[in-house]
């Protein structure tokens, strides 16, 4: 099994920006494909950024196209997200993801995940 732990949330103002990372240990790392998903207060979790295991492939809600980048160091073990331009409407928490079969989800594996606060 894969163990994943977020960091890099925080408060940032709107048109900011703010990378996100996720340490992956107790497996082989390239072996995990890779998601971000997000939960605003009140909301259901939604599907953020999606990285294959090789980090060729990526794949991103239409919401954050153009301002996020997801990106992998499958030789440090990190997964990355990069937000830039960001809005009040990106607040969330945020949690990493893997699972060896999909690399679009659905996830088998979750981290305790990040808080990003967009002011205005």
């Known amino acids: 099994q894969v163990q994943l732990v977020e960091s890099g949330g925080g408060l940032v103002q709107a048109g900011g920006s703010l990378r996100l990372s996720c340490a992956a240990s107790?497996?082989?790392?390239?072996?995990?494909?890779m998601g971000w998903l997000r939960q605003a207060p009140g909301k259901e979790r939604e599907f953020v950024a999606a990285?294959?295991?090789?980090?060729?492939?990526?794949y991103y809600a239409e919401s954050v196209k153009g301002r996020f980048t997801i990106s992998r160091d499958n030789a440090k073990n990190i997964l990355f997200l990069q937000m830039n331009s960001l809005k009040v409407e990106d607040t969330a928490v945020y949690y990493c993801?893997?699972?060896?079969?999909?690399?679009?989800?659905?996830?088998?594996?979750w981290g305790q995940g990040t808080q990003v606060t967009v002011s205005s």
């Open positions: 993801a893997a699972d060896w079969r999909n690399w679009k989800g659905p996830y088998d594996y």
């Open positions: 107790g497996s082989i790392f390239s072996n995990y494909g």
């Open positions: 990285i294959s295991w090789s980090g060729a492939r990526n």
